[in-house]
């Protein structure tokens, strides 16, 4: 048990997620891409926010 009560939503307009790791590891993933990975470790902190910028990926 992780203790989280709050596993998904949506970031709309300027609203911004923080989280500050409290395990030995958590794993950012910024568009879902593994090779981007970001590690950070206990005590580290990431703020996550909406871009006014689409990412547009081309294959």
Not at 5 to 12: A, N, P, R, T
Not at 19 to 43: H, K, Q, R
């Amino acid at each position: 048990m992780t203790g989280t009560s709050l596993v998904s939503g949506e970031l709309v307009g300027s609203a911004v997620l923080e989280l500050t790791v409290e395990s030995e590891a958590l794993i950012v993933f910024g568009d879902g891409m593994e090779g981007d990975a970001v590690e950070l470790t206990w005590g580290q902190g990431v703020r996550v926010g909406v871009c006014g910028q689409r990412l547009r990926l081309v294959g």
